[in-house]
């Protein structure tokens, strides 16, 4: 298995309160990926990040930063939580070239938002 | 865009039933397809791949074959049993520089009565 540890694993929180989340690595993978997962919506890219200090925004950024200081970690922060944050949470990494774009997940952390 | 459409779930079966579970997509070139399972609680860990048309992965007694020409990518099983029952994420990977993200599919729930 792909070493990637998320934290925490729960937590719950009150609105406009901030949050970040953890995604730690071991195996020195160059992209990493947070994604949100809600029913009926299936996985939705967040943000990703294609190395140290270069990310960018996926298709529901809005209301989340991330940052990458290190290859190991991968922060996810939302500024001021909203109970449409709600939801689990899944990192994701990868070391891809054309054939191998395989994403290896994390265990995920469940959000609730007061 | 690239897309993926998978049948809608949830999909119930008997233990030992044979399972199709239909994906298709629209992609230019030669993209990437993949399976990937999500047991209750957990993250997603890849189930099979194919990278060009006509290949066909397997792992675990699941099958896919990649088909260019009905841009299909159909996950089977000859005989399932109660611990198949997850959720089955079909996705590519464009064959064009997309920073290496993947396109996710909606998610069909297999429930597998014993």
């Known amino acids: 298995d792909a070493g990637i540890t998320q934290s925490p694993r729960h937590k719950v929180t009150e609105t406009g309160t901030p949050v970040t989340l953890r995604c730690h690595q071991t195996?020195?993978?160059?992209?990493m990926y947070w994604y949100r997962q809600d029913p009926g919506h299936g996985l939705r890219l967040i943000h990703y990040?294609?190395?140290?200090?270069?990310?960018d925004k996926g298709e529901v950024s809005d209301g989340y930063s991330v940052s990458r200081s290190k290859t190991e970690d991968f922060l996810l922060t939302l500024e001021s939580a909203t109970s449409s944050q709600t939801s689990v949470y899944f990192c994701?990494?990868?070391?891809?070239?054309?054939?191998?774009?395989?994403?290896?997940f994390g265990p995920g952390t469940r959000l609730l938002v007061l | 865009g690239d897309s993926v459409t998978q049948m809608e779930g949830p999909v119930t079966l008997s233990e030992e039933a044979f399972l199709t579970i239909n994906c298709t997509y629209t992609?230019?070139?030669?993209?990437?397809l993949f399976w990937y399972v999500q047991y209750p609680g957990e993250g997603l860990q890849l189930l099979l791949k194919?990278?060009?048309a006509d290949d066909k992965g397997s792992n675990k007694g699941f099958e896919a074959t990649y088909r260019k020409e009905t841009t299909s990518f159909h996950l089977e099983k000859g005989s399932v049993q109660v611990s198949d029952s997850a959720v089955y994420f079909c996705?590519?990977?464009?064959?064009?520089?997309?920073?290496?993200?993947?396109?996710w599919g909606a998610g069909t729930k297999l429930i597998i009565k014993p």
């Open positions: 994701a990494i990868s070391e891809p070239q054309v054939g191998q774009e395989t994403q290896y």
């Open positions: 195996e020195n993978h160059r992209y």
């Open positions: 992609a230019t070139g030669y993209p990437s």
């Open positions: 990040s294609y190395g140290v200090k270069d990310t």
């Open positions: 996705a590519l990977s464009p064959q064009l520089d997309s920073n290496y993200q993947l396109i």
């Open positions: 194919a990278t060009k």
